[in-house]
């Protein structure tokens, strides 16, 4: 039954994430945050593709962009989000929402509208690359789950959440409205951002368990004084302190199996080159799949960092985000296994190492991730990839799923 | 004789230094960098202050601003910078500029113009805040030793030196201008910036030595990765080697006598939660008295930076600056010392571990550095403070001097 349905074209999906990730707030490199003209400029080209491929589009109230096929009844959602880190590749995100896109404007093209509503959504704020505390902004209001609280969290410009929705165009105050209750399941495709598949040969990862998550901000406070006069014995740095932190991290995530420690968010201040540093920030991310390990693990790192208080160091810590283990949906997962086998396509189990949309909609309706390869396991950096020939096994598969789900049942 | 000197108002010159400090371009708190509007600002400010001492001012090509008194001959120059550090004090600099201007105004005031002429100079750029590889950009103007090629180095806005002091009005190609060949001595007040005069309860240092200085930029590279994704063990974190590198630099200083070794700028790139860090570039500051120990004490640093790459990393360095020690005069400071005896005023002879414009002077004119006791000895923070007598007792000691030389002798 899957192979009567036409042969999505990888290519263009590629050339459209290419031609997405030209739009950047860095000259140099992408960085698309949220709530930026740039989001604003790649909301509307996803726009006109959605509209393209025969969907009704429309902004949710927390600037989800949202493309829907079919009449009334419990919908199945599909998509991923649109917002970068600073310094991305191509693919981390937008490559789920095209190959949605890609799937859904074969399946309208070839069997016209679906019996049971899908929509297709390109959502804000995964990354938490503007706001950190606010990681999962797009889907956690699309499911209920935006803590008013945190419109008043800051980029490092100093605007608060409320105030780049409000710039965007966007009330705060709307945000539940966001909110919805008429999911009856919810896709994502989304590259690996690992070596597995690629080193194991195979062509599709079908995702059992998302990771667990924590971000701690650690912050250590010294005394700033002048490089020159002050005696080496006589130095309260906030650097050495915050340095020998940075190096008990490796060793505390290898206690835990598939865990992780990482101090990617690491600011020096005052930052002159002749002042002995006065404070660091840092904010320390922290994942295991198991529930247990990943509250130890967050314990220990804050133990680690309250250690430096014997040392004179004033330090402070907060956690920023945290994130349970996430385990998918067993049926969808089988029937994404079942349709990559009558396409031919390879697939394994996996464990996701990287938070997704998904694990937040595990949580309220039947959810399932599907891994595409990419190249060296490479993510949030420049050299990321993912072959045509891949993003569109991911699109098909996805494609089988949901024709049989919302074209051929109800 | 000295006795005959009128008592100069120290609350007045710590009035000033109050008033000046009140223009930063931060908002929360002082950083005057160079070629801004803002030192623009505290420099027409001082001009004010100067003409109320009658001093005839004028603007050298690299915006030093002068003040001079009496006529013709060789120019006994005093003065200190005007720009500071990010998140500086309100005395470093600018303290040594209106000590000058008290004595002078003190010296005029009651004795008329000297015989032989003086100046005081606020000069530009000695702190490298704006542009590291540019630190003492005014005194090395004044002294022909200002590097063309340092035109083209840029601040973190990328913009040149040149297109900054373009910026201000000063025009690049008349640097040359700036050099003065009619110099006979110079002097220097400062904040020690250091506890030793406060801890001895001594009144004035009178600076024998200034600790020779280098600084060297250290850029290690690894690979950019996602943080959840990357097993432990298949990471290159830049942020792992740069922090090994960090802790070692306290040990490799402690092996020579007064030498200091600091990573005061230290970044990380790209600098999101979830990124393993695939870049960070360091300014290491380090400084020794001895000439040799200097030397030996950068090589072993570079020898450190580099021995990361046996652990797969990639690693530049570059020596951005380096300053021999300077020894002052020692007949100047025989003569401080003397006016000090004469005034009751307590002093010692000492090492500077600050890089000073004096030290650039020294090395083509007989120059003295005076240092008055700052509270905890601490510097370049907002905490930094001077008490109103021991600015007071700096301004008294060297119009003392100022008389024997300029109103006295000739």
Redesign the interface.
């Known amino acids: 039954m899957c192979k009567s349905i036409p042969t999505v074209d990888g290519a263009e999906i590629q050339r459209r994430l290419h031609e997405l990730a030209q739009i950047s707030v860095l000259p140099d ?1 992408l960085w698309r945050p949220s709530y930026t003209p740039q989001e604003g400029q790649a909301r509307r080209l996803l726009t006109s593709w959605f509209a393209q491929a025969g969907l009704s589009t429309r902004l949710d109230a927390a600037g989800n962009l949202l493309g829907r096929a079919g009449g009334a009844g419990q919908v199945t959602l599909i998509g991923s989000h649109m917002d970068t ?3 991305a590749g191509a693919y981390d995100g937008t490559a789920g929402v095209l190959c949605g896109l890609a799937a859904l404007q074969t399946l309208l093209a070839h069997f016209g509208p679906p019996r049971a509503p899908v929509e297709l959504v390109a959502m804000v704020e995964e ?3 503007r706001f ?1 505390d606010a990681s999962f902004w797009g889907s956690r209001s699309i499911l209920g789950q935006a803590d008013p609280a945190l419109l008043s969290c800051r980029d490092e410009a100093e605007v608060t959440l409320a105030q780049a929705m409000a710039d965007a165009g966007f009330d705060p105050a709307r945000l539940p409205d966001a909110r919805r209750t008429d999911l009856a399941r919810y896709f994502e495709v989304h590259i ?4 597995v598949l690629e080193h194991r040969g195979i062509q599709l990862g079908v995702v059992d368990t998302i ?1 667990g ?1 924590g ?1 701690l901000a650690v912050e250590i406070t010294g ?10 014995d ?1 130095r309260l ?1 906030a ?2 302190g ?3 932190l ?2 008990r991290l ?1 060793g505390l ?2 206690r835990f199996q ?21 404070r660091v920030s840092i ?3 922290y ?1 295991a799949p198991d529930p247990d390990d990943l509250a130890r693990l967050g314990r220990e790192i804050d133990q680690a960092a309250h250690s430096l208080e014997a040392e004179g160091y004033g330090v402070t810590t907060q956690l920023r985000m945290s994130l349970p283990p996430a385990r998918l949906d067993r049926g969808l997962g089988a029937l994404l296994e079942q349709c990559a086998d009558e396409l031919s396509c390879s697939s394994m189990h996996m464990i ?4 997704h949309d998904c694990q937040l909609f595990a949580g309220q309706v039947p959810s399932a991730l599907l891994f595409l390869p990419c190249r060296d ?5 420049p050299e990321e990839y993912a072959a045509p020939e891949d993003l569109a096994r991911g699109a098909q598969v996805l494609a089988a799923a949901l024709y049989r789900l919302a074209w051929q049942e109800t």
């Open positions: 490199r880190v600073k310094g990354e938490g690359s950190p690996e951002q690992g070596p990771t998550l971000t005394r700033a004084n002048h490089a020159g006069t002050t005696p080496m006589l740095d650097l050495q915050a340095a020998g940075v190096l490796p995530a290898r598939n865990a992780t420690a990482t101090a990617g968010s690491f600011q020096v201040f005052p930052g002159s080159a002749n002042v002995i540093p006065g904010l320390v991310d994942r996701s190492g990287a938070g396991g490479r993510s949030h950096c």
